[in-house]
């Protein structure tokens, strides 16, 4: 299938609110790839029936791209509900750090990585914090992400303004 040809799908689909995009962060650093988005679904169960997979998720092997998902839903119409004015992205370097969600609001950056375990420690992204020193970074976990989504939002990670 050519590019062309997965671009007017992926647009179809935006369209008619099954998927959203959200787009890569760079502000022109040599090791950020900027030219990538990040695809994910309204409808969770949708997904799966795509990709034929009803297991629990104890036996799944895409929990991470799941809670991901839940997350980033989530996170939008908490925004969206509270009047947050955000621009949203995730950033990714080329020797494969990754942050999975970074909000650009009133001129602050706010960084985010989710991991579904909370027993798993998030790598410190030293690249990150030397380019942008001034942005806050959290981990987003079973653990704390009912903080991250509160109603006055007013989580120690990344609260609204």
Same mark, same amino acid.
């Given at each position: 299938?050519?590019?062309?040809? $997965? ?8 369209? *008619?609110? *099954? ?13 950020? *790839? ?5 695809? @994910?679904?309204? &409808? /969770?169960?949708?997904? +799966? $029936? ?17 809670? #991901?998902?839940?997350? $980033? ?9 509270? +009047?947050? %004015?955000?621009?949203? @992205?995730?950033?990714?370097?080329? &020797? =494969? =750090? ?14 985010? /990585? %989710? ?11 030293? #690249?990150? =914090? ?8 959290? $981990? ?10 509160? *109603? &006055? ?9």
């Amino acid at each position: 299938m050519s590019k062309n040809t $997965v671009e007017k799908y992926l647009h179809l689909l935006t369209k *008619v609110f *099954v998927i959203y995009c959200i787009g890569g962060f760079s502000r022109n650093l040599r090791k950020e *790839v900027s030219k990538s988005s990040r695809w @994910y679904f309204h &409808d /969770k169960g949708l997904r +799966n $029936v795509l990709i034929n997979n009803f297991n629990p998720h104890w036996l799944r092997t895409d929990t991470a791209e799941l809670w #991901a998902n839940y997350l $980033v839903s989530e996170r939008i119409k908490f925004q969206h509900y509270h +009047n947050i %004015f955000s621009n949203n @992205y995730f950033r990714r370097t080329y &020797d =494969q =750090q990754e942050i999975d969600w970074i909000e650009e609001r009133d001129g602050k950056l706010f960084a985010f /990585k %989710f991991k579904c375990n909370s027993e798993k420690r998030a790598k410190t992204l030293i #690249a990150w =914090q030397k380019a942008y020193p001034e942005a806050e970074f959290s $981990v987003i976990h079973p653990g704390n992400y009912a903080e991250w989504l509160r *109603v &006055d939002g007013s989580a120690s990670s990344g609260k609204p303004a």
